[in-house]
Nanobody, 114 residues
Framework: VQVVESGGGLVQVGVSLTLSCVAS????????FGWYRRAQGSQRELVAV???????NYIDSVKGRFTISKDNAKNTVYLEMNSLKPEDTAVYFC?????????WGQGTQVTVSS
């Protein structure tokens, strides 16, 4: 499955963005799929995960602000991001969890300005 991420942008603190990840194939049977991010000078980190049964998990820093969801019919995974903070600035990617040797998309840049 190849992915294309979109929806990023330059926004101010406190606003919302919704990212989209369109997959080239079916995502319905993928056990776990997630959104990752990589801030400048940092390692890529897993931010949110959704299972095939729609169970979700988040890192502590985004709990209550970010929501991951998916539309199997559209082979699309979303990341709704609310109350954005400068520390959310990063390139956001979607991929299998764990990603292993799966290929990565280009990602989408999110920049939160104070």
């Amino acid at each position: 499955v190849q992915v294309v991420e979109s929806g990023g942008g330059l926004v101010q603190v406190g606003v919302s963005l919704t990212l989209s990840c369109v997959a080239s194939g079916s995502i319905a049977s993928i056990d776990h799929f997630g959104w990752y991010r990589r801030a400048q000078g940092s390692q890529r980190e897993l931010v949110a995960v959704i299972s095939s049964t729609d169970t979700t998990n988040y890192i502590d820093s985004v709990k209550g602000r970010f929501t991951i969801s998916k539309d199997n019919a559209k082979n699309t995974v979303y990341l709704e991001m609310n109350s954005l903070k400068p520390e959310d600035t990063a390139v956001y990617f979607c991929n299998y969890v764990p990603a292993g040797k799966k290929s990565w998309g280009q990602g989408t840049q999110v920049t939160v300005s104070s």
